[in-house]
């Protein structure tokens, strides 16, 4: 038989004593009765103090513990209550468990960094628990761990964006530091009060210290940033620009396809009786990805498609090279890309094509920002793939009924603090 010693260290409660091991034959599972150390008797679950005691509480109490083998094994102790002067009564804390935990401090990390370096399936399977537990650890995993480091410590340069994260138009607002990569602040809600809640969290001396803020066109970003971080310097994405652009270009082929047409041999009745494109229109309708694509990525056939455009309808082909003048503007940056950028607006302007003339008033709109992402360099390409791996964590995530889990996990996966694996050393 094991020492006590032993069994301590492998159901992971080596700073509790261990008084009795048994098999418990009805449910088929390992039970470990353990009490607590002298000194670490009567503490505050929450604060840690040590704090007098309150009553026995509801008797005995067990937690889950990493399985032996294949045997469930669980860790049976007193539960006493203590009155702390700030929480009130609450449980005393044990220190092989979290707070609140049904499970032990391994039982809980493991779960948690198999949860972002596994499928749902898996975790499930291998921990024996449901995904909903799953969520509850990682929360609790989380904020043990904000507990320990400051995620917003040291922010100068910062990047806004909102992602979608379930149907019926529910967004996440997410904070990413361009200087570490790391995804550092998320919450529910893309609207002012709730950037808000992050520039308080932030207080008004660290705000001070960010320098540079990327970020779309959105209104009640800029007016945000504006209120809080005055000083500092807004950048338009290069790729929210851009896709304006594709969009105005866009409603000019759609433009052109329904013009098309109406005119004779434009349509004709399918074998289903519906109305369907033929001839120049039929061509048009199928010159979106040739006009979306960059040059340097179009096939053979789509070239040969925009030479067509280029003969058939030179007002749909200018378009496309407004298009691709603003694109060159931030493919060369810098005072190159601003003097472009004048002589983009210049064109834009005097083109005759309202989308583009409307496009150019936006564009000057927000010029201070779209040039002080010429010459910092600065875009939202880091906050867009933050955003593909969180989208990647929302399927993971599914079924869990708020955002706390989902955010939980991908700050677990993606703030730089990733749960480790119980009594592992790295060399």
Known sequence: MPSTRVWGRLLGVNTAVVESVEFDETEQVLVAAVRVRRRDRDRCGVCSPRCPRYDPGRGRRRWRALDLGTVQAFVEADASRVRCREHGVVVSAVPWARHGAGHTRAFDDTVAWLATATSRSTVGQLMRIAWPTVGSIITRVRADIDARVDRLAGLRRIGLDEISYKKNHRYLTVVVDHDTGRLVWAAAGNDKPTLTAFFELLGPR??????????????????TVEQYCPDAIRCADPFHVVKWATDALDQVRRQTWNTARRQPGGSHKDRRGRTASAGTAQSMKRARWALWKNPENLT????????????????????????EGLRHVFAVGGQAGIEALQRWLAWAARCRIPEFVKLARTVRSELSAIHASLDHGLS???????NTKIRLLTRLAFGFKRPDALISLALLALGGYRPELPDRTHT
């Open 206 to 223: 660290r705000c001070a210290r960010i320098t540079h803020v990327s970020a779309d066109a959105a209104a009640w970003i800029a007016r």
């Open 300 to 323: 053979d056939h789509q070239r040969h498609k925009l030479a067509w455009i280029a003969k058939t309808d030179p007002r749909l082909y200018r378009a496309y090279l407004l298009k």
């Open 380 to 386: 939202n390409a880091l906050i867009e793939s933050t």
